[in-house]
């Protein structure tokens, strides 16, 4: 459980997209090399990740957004600078989104990975039964494991 990492729930919004907030504040983290390890390799990664799917979902490139959110930008002009570059989405669309998102449920060997990479959750509740958003906010404690 990492409850001292200064990351936002991926729940969080800006301008409707969802995990755009925590994924500043993960690519910030790494520049400053403050991101624990554990999250450096999935960090605007390609695939079901929810970096890549927000990479997929706006079409943006990974290393061009990279450099946009380390530039010295608020977040307001990150959302800007995503906003003129990525494909663009009605308000319908993103929260089709984020509703495909959250019906989401790994198949048997990404449920198994989850089980292992999520002990402590896994202790109380099977993680191939959340999806990804109650997943990383119980991992981090916004959201009690009970």
Not at 104 to 120: H, L
């Amino acid at each position: 459980m990492n409850k001292s990492i200064p990351l936002r729930s991926p729940r969080q919004m800006l301008g409707g997209y969802v995990f755009l907030p925590r994924l500043i504040d993960k690519v910030r983290l790494h520049a400053k090399e403050k991101l624990p390890q554990e999250y450096v390799g999935n960090l605007l990664k390609p695939g079901l990740t929810l970096d890549g799917r927000f990479l997929t979902f706006t079409g943006l490139d990974a290393e061009e957004l990279r450099r946009a959110i380390l530039e010295p930008k608020t977040n307001e002009e990150v959302l800007a600078w995503v906003e003129c570059h990525a494909k663009p989405h009605t308000k319908i669309e993103k929260q089709q989104w984020i509703a495909e998102i959250e019906v989401y449920r790994p198949d048997a060997e990404r449920a198994q990975w989850r089980r292992e990479a999520y002990k402590e959750v896994a202790a109380k509740v099977d993680p191939a039964t959340l999806n990804v958003f109650d997943l990383i906010d119980m991992d981090e404690g916004r959201v009690s494991l009970k």
